[in-house]
C-alpha cells in the first residue's frame, strides 16, 4: 500500500471501511447460521409436536369415540395456547426495575436507586413536607 500524504484520509477512510465491511459480512454469514439453526430446531418441534398430538389422539381413541378424543385433545391445545399467551402477556406488562447506573462509582450493580434529594437518614417512602417558594418548609396552620 502506498500512502501519499495529501491522500492520507482518503486511504484512512477507505481501509476503515473495508475493515468495518468485512467485519459486518462475517458477523452476518454467522447470525444466518444461527438462524437457520433456530428454523430448523423450530420445524422439528412443531413436527414432533403433531406427532405427540396424533399419539394422545390415538390412545384416547382406545376408550372414547373418535370425535370425544379429538375434542379432548384440541381442548388441551387451546387451553395450553391460552395460558402460553397469558404468561407472555403478563411478563411483557411487568414494569422493569429501576437499578443503578452500572458505571457509577461506589455503588454495586443491582443496587437501587435512591433519588438525591432525600435527606440521610429519611426512609425513601416517606414523603417530604410541602415547601414554600423559596425551598422552606409551607406553613400549613394558617
Request: aromatic share 4%.
Amino acid at each position: 500500500m502506498e500512502t501519499n500524504l495529501p491522500n492520507l484520509p482518503e486511504q484512512l477512510s477507505q481501509v476503515v471501511r473495508d475493515a468495518i465491511r468485512d467485519e459486518l459480512r462475517e458477523q452476518t454469514r454467522k447470525q444466518r447460521h444461527a438462524a437457520r439453526m433456530y428454523a430448523g430446531a423450530g420445524a422439528a418441534g412443531l413436527y414432533g409436536g403433531a406427532a405427540l398430538t396424533a399419539f394422545l389422539l390415538l390412545v384416547l381413541a382406545l376408550a372414547l369415540p373418535y370425535w370425544a378424543a379429538a375434542l379432548i385433545v384440541a381442548v388441551l391445545l387451546l387451553g395450553a395456547a391460552a395460558l402460553l399467551s397469558r404468561s407472555a402477556r403478563s411478563s411483557r406488562s411487568a414494569p422493569p426495575e429501576r437499578m443503578a447506573a452500572p458505571l457509577e462509582p461506589g455503588v454495586p450493580p443491582g443496587a437501587p436507586v435512591v433519588p438525591p434529594n432525600v435527606p440521610p437518614g429519611v426512609p425513601p417512602g416517606v414523603p417530604e413536607p410541602p415547601r414554600g417558594p423559596l425551598g422552606a418548609p409551607h406553613d400549613t396552620t394558617r
